[in-house]
């Protein structure tokens, strides 16, 4: 089997990779929404991989591996993992879980971090409200994340933070500041008032920010000690800073017994290691679609089973097709896994152009890992092609 093309168009927001076998089997693969602009970033890699067995996949990663970098610049090349990965498992007859060691469970968690209402107010009455909105749904989610500080717009309430809030026309604006004492109360009493609509029934998380100053990161796990807390994710880095700092991590981890969680941002397990080798954190959250792919994840969970550490990916904003990715690679987590980040699909139509995910797709928080060939959910061309630009219109010759 050789690659015959490597095509990428935008299926509504999401940049989504096929690619083009002369046995004509195609393999797909899905960045988030927050990327519309990664066509070009895919297309470089067009003339590598023309030629190449892509049931090879590490061989066709060896070519275009070290041309990736910390988000965004890691999302074309595990775009193409993944549709590598898809062809594979076609070829072959199984699903990709099974190329990757087989599973471990029948079914994979995942928590709610993207189904959410607008907020009109960010005090601790609304995002109570908002808490027991997310434990009615239908999914039973038995973990939720709420986005809070700097990953928020709470960093524009008056005097939440010694700083001003900045304009950027880019997704993930890094604000920074030393938080007021006013800032810092705001924040506990949120906690309290979430964790009492939650009881011990749902676990919370926190998507923090980055732009913490370490002091009122220590000052602020310390106080919610007593709330048992999922994770604070991203307090000094996270979502689109090209940097870990686990020297600073460390000190903040070691300093508390609330989880702290970092590393959606992060590209390869060369820049894990400092994280998982120092125990800066206690939980990892690699996204597949920006670290390297399913296999650069995977590798990155069992080196952090070695050391203690707990595994919660990303994947917000992957789309079908990324959560597709996310049950294939889950179900062969060792036991450090806790869940991943539910992706969905951006526009509702989306669950009327693809096959083979459950119906529902989540039940008690769980999902049934999928069986069908590949990644086991597949676009289906008639249906998407009037979702796709017209200079995307032969994506699917």
Sequence with gaps: MKITDLKCALIGKNPVVRIVTD????GYGEAEQFKPYLKPWVLQFRESLIGEDPTDVERCMLKIRQRGSFKPYGAPISIIEHALWDIAGKAAGVPVYKLLGGKVRDQVRTYNGSIRRPMGEWTPEA????????????????????GIAFHSPMKKLDRFFYG????????????????TERGLALLVDCV??????LGDDVGLALDCGPGWMPADALRF???????????LEDMLTGDYVPYVNADVYRDLTHSTSTPIHTGEQIYLRQNFKDLIESHAVNVVGPDPADVG??????????????????MAPHGTGNGVLGLAALIQVCATLPANFIAFEYPTGHDPWWY???EGLPNPIVKNSMIDVIERPGMGVDLIPEAA??????EDAGFFD
């Design 352 to 354: 009327e152009i693809v």
């Design 293 to 310: 792919g399913i296999a650069e994840l995977k590798w990155i969970a069992e080196y952090a089973y070695l050391h203690g550490i707990l």
């Design 221 to 231: 796990a310390r106080a919610v000690e007593p709330y048992n807390l999922m994770w």
């Design 127 to 146: 995002m109570a409200e908002n808490c027991r909105w997310m434990k009615s749904l239908p999914e039973g989610f038995d973990i939720v994340k709420q």
């Design 385 to 390: 092609a009037q979702y796709l630009a017209p």
């Design 164 to 179: 001003q809030a900045a304009q950027s026309p880019f997704h993930g604006q890094m604000d920074q500041g030393a938080l």
């Design 192 to 197: 309290a008032a979430m964790k009492e609509v």
């Design 23 to 26: 046995e004509g089997i195609s």
